[in-house]
């Protein structure tokens, strides 16, 4: 699987942006995909995930209730609704894909995009 991440910029305290991830390959729709940030000196850190269907969604407390995942697995891609953006949501934001079950650490996701840059001013 090969992940294309898009729809970073530079938006407004407040604001909101929609980042997409394009896979290809035939199994997409067989991997859980994920959301990771990481912010200038800081670790990489989970956002979001979603399972194979879109049944099941994870959020970190930090996005809960701001941010929204989805996919379309007959388009292979997944979505990140970002609404009511702060600065400290600033970070390259990664897509990845994953087949454990244990979404929310780096280490368990097989394939990663490129990264999209995020800047949130005040």
């Known amino acids: 699987v090969q992940l294309q991440a898009s729809g970073g910029g530079l938006v407004q305290a407040g604001g909101s942006l929609r980042l997409s991830c394009a896979g290809t390959g035939r199994t997409f729709n067989m991997y859980i995909m994920g959301w990771f940030r990481q912010a200038p000196g800081k670790e990489r850190e989970f956002v979001a995930a979603i399972h194979w269907s879109g049944g099941k969604v994870y959020y970190a407390d930090s996005v809960k209730g701001r941010f929204t995942i989805s996919r379309d697995n007959a388009k292979n891609t997944v979505c990140l609704q970002m609404n009511s953006l702060k600065p400290e949501d600033t970070a390259v934001y990664y897509c990845?894909?994953?087949?454990?079950?244990?979404?929310?650490?780096?280490?368990?996701?097989?394939?990663w995009g490129q990264g999209t840059l995020v800047t949130v001013s005040s």
């Open positions: 990845a894909a994953t087949q454990n079950i244990v979404v929310v650490s780096t280490s368990s996701y097989d394939y």
